[in-house]
């Protein structure tokens, strides 16, 4: 699905979108709360074996469950992104002991100096973290995207100057 994403009611009023009529915010506000899954079954999926993995998938989830941004149905891609962690450690630590360029010799005889296949491999987990992260929140862009900001209480300008009279 392409297009701009949808953003919820109240962060659109806090951006100063006033295009909706008080009953089609109403109607928004109560169409989202119904959106909201349960958080009451987070837990490490059986099939996540990595104990790297597994640290990891605590460590995040108890932060998330703090901020409230962590449901039921987010588990799995949550247990996705720290199973790419967990790759992305080891190919890195592999390439620690390696030159990033390797000599390889092709089929007609000839030697070239080619990249270290484990580069790919490093860039493909960091990619997948990558994506991962900003679909759970884990990096402070998307949790930007997720906060709606309050409005500040105007002052009278008398009362900066004079304080309250």
Known sequence: ????????????????????????IEKRREAESQLKPKDDKIKCPSWLKDKVAKSEFRKISHELQELKLL??????TLASY??????????????ADQ??????????????????PLIRIQLKYSNEMKKHAAEMG????????LVIPKKE?????????????
Do not use: W
Not at 99 to 116: P, S
Not at 138 to 145: C, E, F, H, M, Y
């Open 71 to 76: 449901t039921n149905l987010d588990v799995n």
């Open 138 to 145: 884990l990096t402070i862009n998307s949790r930007l995207k």
């Open 1 to 24: 699905m392409s297009g701009r994403k949808r953003k919820s009611v109240d962060l659109l009023i806090a951006e100063g979108k006033t295009h909706l009529t008080k009953d089609d």
């Open 99 to 116: 030159d990033l360029v390797i000599t390889q010799t092709n089929k007609a005889g000839f030697t070239n100096m080619v990249e270290n």
């Open 82 to 95: 720290c199973v790419a962690y967990a790759q992305y450690l080891k190919a890195t630590s592999e390439l």
């Open 153 to 165: 209480a105007k002052r009278d300008p008398i009362e900066e100057d004079f304080g309250d009279i």
